[in-house]
């Protein structure tokens, strides 16, 4: 982590803990178990993040929506955990708009006469470098006994829910979002007469792990609320010698790598990024202390 001639390092390393560890060394000719106070330097990850963010060859691959794109596997953002795993999906892009979209919101096209017109977004991910969106359909209504409502369009033969791909280029956000959000859910579909037929009782939805705090806290797309990022990040731990000889002196130290960047790009060493190392702490105790401090 060095820059320019004068080798002043970019990012400090930080003294994150002070731990005692018990060994057991030879003195006077018997085994016997030493306690030793011993601090904790690292390279906390938030603090890498900071830096790469602010790389334009890297901003964009840390973090990285779900790949879609077909008859093709460049990237881990391409394989099944990426696709499926809850910790993976994105809650939240940003857009060119006044109003970036969240997991959730009510989207509406920009041309009047695109079907489907009044869906709301479960997923985002990308398709051939196009932003998408899958999104159910639904539609507003007010009916005697419930009040204004929002009916969640579903097959008529098993009750689901009927879901539609978008790309996110083609829809903004409904006017009035925030009060749809209040409303009730409930299942419908329409017959053979087009007259719709709904289920009185409310339907809930799965949602984002991020969805219900949001609204309570914030509202949807408060100025107050902070955009969030998915970072995934691979740790890698290995040991090495702290002597020329590679023999004596054992170091445990752990390592990341940004996990959304290409194949080819994660294996090379100006990707692979230091965290912490220590000859008298294991890999499994760093970890410990990386978990709580390394985030911030």
């Not at 996110?168 to 409904?174: G, M, N």
């Amino acid at each position: 982590m060095w820059h320019g001639e004068t080798h002043e390092p970019k990012i400090q390393m930080t003294m994150v803990a002070k731990t005692i560890v018990s060994n057991r060394r030879n003195i006077d000719g018997q085994s016997e178990r030493v306690e030793e106070n011993v601090k904790l330097y690292m390279y906390k990850p938030s603090e890498l993040l900071k830096h790469l963010i602010a790389n334009p060859k890297m901003s964009s691959h840390l973090s990285a929506l779900p790949d879609y794109t077909y008859d093709q596997r460049i990237s881990l953002t391409q394989g099944d955990k990426w696709k499926t795993n809850p910790l993976f999906q994105h809650p939240m892009v940003m857009t060119l708009g006044p109003s970036d979209l969240w997991v959730g919101d009510f989207v509406v096209p920009r041309n009047p006469d695109v079907l489907p017109s009044f869906i709301k977004i479960f997923k985002f991910y990308i398709k051939d470098s196009i932003i998408m969106a899958d999104a159910w359909v639904t539609e507003y209504a007010s009916l005697p006994g419930l009040g204004d409502i929002i009916i969640l369009l579903c097959n008529n033969t098993d009750g689901e829910p009927v879901y539609t791909s978008i790309s996110l280029d083609s829809y903004v956000l409904a006017e009035h979002n925030d009060i749809y959000q209040q409303w009730q859910h409930h299942r419908g579909w329409h017959d053979f007469y087009g007259n719709l037929v709904y289920q009185p009782e409310p339907y809930m939805l799965d949602k984002h792990s991020i969805f219900e705090a949001r609204y309570r806290a914030f509202g949807s797309n408060s100025t107050g609320w902070n955009r969030v990022r998915v970072v995934p990040l691979n740790l890698f731990t290995d040991d090495t010698s702290g002597n020329r000889s590679k023999k004596w002196n054992k170091f445990e130290s752990w390592s990341m790598v940004p996990a959304g960047l290409p194949l080819e790009d994660g294996n090379k060493r100006e990707n692979i990024f230091l965290v912490c190392l220590h000859n008298r702490l294991s890999a499994v105790q760093m970890l410990c202390l990386l978990s709580i401090y390394g985030p911030g």
